[in-house]
């Protein structure tokens, strides 16, 4: 019990340290002045009180004085808490220390995710296993692709990732807008549109389209109907600041809030279903909400996981990654982009991979282990009762 408070009281001395710098304070002693809770403050309230009690004894209304305080802080709103420890208030902590709130939340890494579900830990398990052992040897090409002629790639693709540097970034981070010393090109809306995606995509196939958090949104919607997809799902990454908390420096012109998120649209092409096409998709293995590490200032890096998310939901094999940086090339995948610094693609050596096995199969324990969706309603009659079809009566 003794090692439990004192490990307490040492995470409360830190954060009151941490509580202090952040106020520019040069001790701890002082934050009691700054939030109002010194003694002086509280002797001077007592004293505002009894005046007024003395006032109204007196019955004079005319010599009342209208007495207000100044509130330095939300300690006065938090009912129950104290300023310098405001508990579950998560806002205001953020506000004190720059520690966002989703930074509290456990269990969000690939590793432990799924320490208390044994099965689901297996599954994921075996599906890396058979992702690894049947991914074919990472390709990338260094290309401009604005002027690439997507049908020069000869393959249509199960999976198409796009990653593009959204004006967006360049308004959140006016300053690191150069790569490997040159500038940055940034695309707009209508250059993501016109990329010809729809033609390389197979004719049941997927799309991810990273697309900020502000306008893209809505644009992203349009490029995914013009490419002839469906939005199926929105994959959001919450971005946290364990290892450097703070306020975030890329703000957008006359922002309210700092945006510490971003969207993944996702989009169906064809028909696939998931109660009959599990020799395609395995869905359910993983959520729609990746929370990990934002990188350093300046980097427009996205998270390795919506590799796993991806790989993990589609068993097809031919996978595209656009606007890839060679950061992001991987087995199993082809990366296209301006950034990449060298490039070994081959068209017909490429189709070879999948001449064979265009897809990476299941085994059947990842058959008996993944989640499954219910058979249709017309295969299951339906009754009432212990059983009994509808009807007025039970069957003689």
């Known amino acids: 019990m003794s090692d439990m408070l004192k490990n307490s009281q040492e995470r409360s001395r830190k954060r009151r340290l941490l509580l202090a710098q952040t106020l520019g304070l040069s001790s701890v002693d002082d934050l009691k002045k700054v939030l109002g809770n010194s003694e002086d403050t509280n002797n001077s309230r007592q004293l505002i009180t009894s005046g007024q009690r003395d006032d109204e004894d007196g019955g004079s209304s005319s010599s009342k004085k209208a007495h207000s305080e100044i509130y330095r802080d939300s300690s006065t709103f938090l009912k129950g808490t104290q300023s310098s420890n405001p508990h579950n208030d998560y806002c205001q902590h953020f506000v004190d220390t720059g520690q966002r709130p989703q930074n509290f939340i456990r269990d969000v890494g690939l590793a432990d995710r799924f320490e208390e579900y044994p099965k689901l830990r297996e599954l994921i398990k075996l599906k890396d296993k058979l992702i690894q052992d049947t991914a074919s040897a990472p390709m990338y090409l260094k290309t401009d692709l604005k002027a690439l002629d997507v049908k020069t790639l000869g393959t249509k693709f199960d999976v198409i990732l796009i990653e593009p540097p959204l004006e967006e970034y360049a308004r959140a981070a006016p300053a690191v807008a150069t790569v490997g010393g040159a500038p940055r090109v940034f695309w707009n809306w209508d250059e993501i549109l016109n990329l010809d995606v729809g033609e390389i995509a197979a004719h049941r196939s997927f799309v991810f389209l990273w697309c900020g958090s502000s306008e893209g949104l809505d644009m992203g919607r349009n490029c995914l109907k013009k490419w002839g997809f469906r939005r199926c799902e929105d994959i959001c990454w919450i971005r946290t600041n364990i290892n450097k908390p ?151």
């Open 246 to 396: 703070g306020h975030s420096k890329q703000l957008e012109p006359k922002a309210v809030f700092q945006r510490t998120k971003e969207h993944c649209l996702m989009g169906i092409k064809g028909t696939v279903r998931r109660s009959t096409d599990g020799d395609f998709i395995h869905a359910n293995v993983d959520i729609d909400l990746i929370i990990s590490e934002e990188e350093e200032f300046g980097s427009f890096e996205k998270p390795i996981e919506i590799f796993h998310i991806i790989e993990h939901f589609c068993l097809g094999r031919r996978r595209l990654h656009l606007f890839g940086r060679d950061s992001s090339i991987r087995p199993g995948w082809l990366t296209v982009g301006p950034e990449l610094t060298n490039s070994n693609f081959n068209s017909e050596v490429y189709q070879t991979y999948f001449a064979e096995a265009p897809a990476t199969g299941c085994t059947s324990r990842i058959e008996l282990l993944r989640p499954k969706s219910p058979p249709p309603n017309s295969k299951v009659l339906r009754g009432r009762g212990r059983g009994f079809p509808r009807g007025r009566g039970r069957p003689r």
